[in-house]
């Protein structure tokens, strides 16, 4: 059994992990639904987009709601307070995402033109509108989100959900934005062939480079804004509650364990390779490659996030001693030992499958495919 300051840094990892998985694999059907009013030029093309995910767009929302599943189990209190404070956010996300399923499965039902061009938008609202949340949401993050607890570790949020769209928190919605979209079109264009395909290089392109811009642009910013250092804490290995420390802001905090551990340099580097690769790649039609970069890319941006706000999960404007991290907002040590091995267990068993399924349904969609199976695609 691993003791408690170890558990706690494995479950940072963890639900990291998670993030990026559902980055790199939800996030390119999601990619495709941003794209698809704008790459389809008839119900054919629209058709032939949505079937290249089809058979595993459903499946990529494991990991969604595993990676909430996760942030509930073993930091209980940044989902209390994040989804309470958060809530109107949070339930413009579950809104949004709504429209798919229900885009998916009922666009075909019907053979007119204008039901299945609004169910095209339905999609493509419910791609891009938690793409974007969850950048401004990560944004926000950065900034302070304005909430503090009292002596009974009760969450008071004091900010609005206009507040939570301030300038550098759309920013961040851009480049969340642009890395699924880049992600989708990369996919995209592995899956399809012919005048669609060289559609979705072009797309690639322009998201690569927007990424590229943007996450440089927020990376700046970061440099100069205020951020969060703990000034002291008790033994991280003990149980600990929010309000046993104290918090400071200086500015360019964020990039401080940059400075301390300088080889974690190559982490923001493997976004900025992960873009530039797939955008070089992408040219040449070499389609699969340019996929695994875009992948790259989801990778060194979560992670950039990550490495800069450790040990922050939900830093407090209002009240920076009520900011939440990975060493005081933790489940006991008994949950987060049981919950580590059933990931143990679980994690590589739905990796094989999903594995297995991609390669099983791996080839191209063609129009003449979906014109010859009309009644039974979607």
């Not at 990560?138 to 900010?159: A, E, I």
């Amino acid at each position: 059994m691993f003791d408690y300051m170890t558990l706690k840094i494995i479950w940072w990892l963890l639900v990291g992990v998670l993030l990026i998985g559902f980055a790199i694999m939800d996030g390119h059907d999601m990619g495709v639904g941003i794209l698809l009013p704008f790459l389809g030029r008839d119900d054919t093309d629209q058709r032939v987009m949505i079937n290249s995910v089809a058979p595993h767009w459903d499946g990529n929302q494991v990991w969604f709601i595993t990676a909430g599943g996760a942030i509930f189990a073993a930091w209980p209190f940044v989902y209390a307070t994040a989804f309470s404070g958060m809530y109107w956010a949070l339930l413009l996300v579950l809104f949004a995402l709504f429209f798919r399923p229900v885009g998916f499965e009922y666009r075909s039902k019907l053979p007119n033109p204008a039901w299945r061009k609004a169910w095209s938008w339905g999609i493509f609202a419910g791609s891009a509108v938690p793409a974007l949340v969850f950048g401004v949401a990560f944004g926000n993050l950065f900034l302070g989100v304005p909430f503090y607890l009292d002596d009974t570790m009760r969450s008071f949020y004091t900010g609005s959900f206009w507040a939570l769209l301030n300038p550098f928190a759309l920013l961040c919605g851009v480049v969340s934005l642009s890395l699924l979209t880049l992600q989708g079109s990369t996919f995209l264009a592995h899956r399809i062939d012919g005048l669609m395909q060289r559609r979705a290089i072009v797309a690639a392109r322009l998201s690569a480079l927007l990424l590229i811009v943007t996450f440089a642009a927020a990376g700046l910013w970061v440099s100069k804004m205020d951020g969060y250092v703990i000034q002291s804490i008790p033994d991280l290995g003990s149980s600990l509650n929010p309000l046993m420390k104290e918090v400071g802001r200086q500015s360019g905090a964020w990039f401080q364990n940059f400075g301390i551990y300088p080889l974690l340099w190559i982490v923001p580097v493997l976004a900025f390779l992960g873009a530039t690769s797939a955008l070089a790649l992408i040219g040449t039609k070499r389609t699969l490659l340019s996929f695994a970069s875009s992948s790259l890319a989801c990778l060194g941006v979560i992670l950039t996030a990550g490495v800069s706000l450790f040990p922050f999960v939900l830093p407090s404007s209002s009240m920076p001693q009520s900011s939440l991290t990975l060493w005081d907002a933790c489940s006991s040590r008994v949950t987060l030992n049981v919950m580590l091995w059933v990931a143990v267990i679980f994690v590589p068993i739905v990796l094989a499958y999903t594995s297995w399924a991609y390669s099983v349904m791996r080839g191209k969609v063609t129009r003449d495919y979906i014109v010859a199976n009309d009644k039974a695609l979607y």
